[in-house]
């Protein structure tokens, strides 16, 4: 499984951005999927994730109400919609997949192995 991101960039605050993930090289029917966010001075935290049979969801508290993740299956595709953006939401944004994973709500970078470049975003105030 090979994960690529796009759709990061600069926007204003209380803007939208929606990154989305590609993935390549099987389907992701069976994998949990996620979006983890490093800022500045801060460590990698998780903003929001599904599981692989899609029936748990979960955000970040700084997130909720503001993002939503969710999956293209036709596209093979899992975006990550982000609006009231807010300039503490700079950062660089990972999407991760794991085989057969969950999504507990303190789940952590490390039960994904799975993960695609990265794609920068900045919000400005």
């Known amino acids: 499984l090979q994960l690529v991101e796009s759709g990061g960039g600069l926007v204003q605050s209380a803007g939208s951005l929606t990154p989305s993930c590609a993935a390549s090289g099987t389907t992701l029917d069976d994998y949990a999927i996620g979006w983890f966010r490093q800022s500045p001075g801060k460590d990698r935290e998780i903003m929001s994730c599904?599981?692989?049979?899609?029936?748990?969801?979960n955000h970040a508290d700084s997130v909720k109400g503001r993002f939503t993740i969710y999956r293209d299956n036709a596209k093979n595709t899992f975006l990550l919609q982000m609006n009231s953006l807010k300039p503490e939401d700079t950062g660089v944004y990972y999407c991760?997949?794991?085989?057969?994973?969950?999504?507990?709500?303190?789940?952590?970078?490390?039960?994904?192995?799975?993960w695609g470049q990265g794609t920068q975003v900045t919000v400005s105030s």
């Open positions: 599904i599981s692989d049979s899609s029936r748990s969801k």
């Open positions: 991760v997949a794991e085989y057969l994973g969950g999504c507990p709500r303190m789940i952590t970078l490390e039960a994904f192995n799975y």
